[in-house]
């Protein structure tokens, strides 16, 4: 049963970089069977898909978030991370990491979701 | 703006039968793309209920029920519970965003 678990700073400033990473236990990110992909949830708010990236490195972002998303994955480490830039107001979110199964992409559902990282942008 | 339009909210008595609508365009639901809905509890990550319209991964009790049909879907709630109060979420993808898409969510309560 494979778990996530999300990590980072839950206070981030105006203009900084928001970076988290999500730590894979039960599976092993390098099998190539899934895409793992961050979503966030603004408070009171629904869900927002940012984007995806697969074990060797490809990604595929959200056109609305692409100018400042970046993710990466390190294979050696099971972990695959988000990095946010420009940050405003408008980004504290919670934030999830997740996983979909490669084999029902585009169309995949998400699932098991992390815990989630509440991510406030404030000075 | 949500791209999958839920209601904000339904409502019904223990033992009662609920629907939430989930309505989308050509783009998404109306290709052949998935609809998938995710239960999120109080102060709890989302939970996958239902996945590929109309499966149940293993936990999920029968009385949770997915149907899609041309650019909309449906969960169906039967025997509603006390615990079943939350927020359920419509999910699917869009050819024309090029991105996985969410329904604005829909709160139940359970009177």
């Known amino acids: 049963q494979v778990q996530l678990q999300e990590s980072g700073p839950g206070l981030v400033k105006p203009s900084q970089t928001l970076s988290l990473t999500c730590t894979v236990f039960g599976g092993y990110i390098s099998s190539g069977d899934h895409y793992w992909s961050w979503i966030r949830q603004h408070p009171g708010k629904g869900l927002e898909w940012i984007g995806y990236i697969y074990y060797s490195g490809s990604t595929h972002y959200n056109p609305s978030l692409r100018s400042r998303v970046t993710m990466s994955v390190d294979t050696s480490k099971n972990q695959f991370s988000l990095n946010l830039s420009s940050v405003t107001a408008a980004d504290t979110a919670v934030y999830y990491c997740?996983?979909?199964?490669?084999?029902?992409?585009?169309?995949?559902?998400?699932?098991?979701w992390g815990q989630g990282s509440l991510v406030t942008v404030s000075s | 703006q949500s791209v999958l339009t839920q209601p904000p909210s339904v409502s019904g008595a223990p033992g009662q039968r609920v629907t939430i609508s989930c309505t989308g365009s050509s783009s998404n639901i109306g290709s052949p793309y998935d609809v998938h809905w995710y239960q999120v509890l109080p102060g709890t990550a989302p939970k996958l209920l239902i996945y590929a319209n109309k499966n149940r991964p293993s936990g999920v009790p029968d009385r949770f029920s997915g149907s899609k049909s041309g650019p909309s879907a449906s969960l169906a709630i039967a025997g509603l519970q006390a615990e079943d109060e939350a927020n359920y979420y419509c999910q699917s993808y869009d050819r024309s965003l090029s991105a996985w898409v969410f329904g604005g969510g829909t709160k139940l309560t359970v009177l």
């Open positions: 997740v996983t979909s199964p490669r084999a029902a992409t585009p169309t995949g559902w998400f699932d098991p």
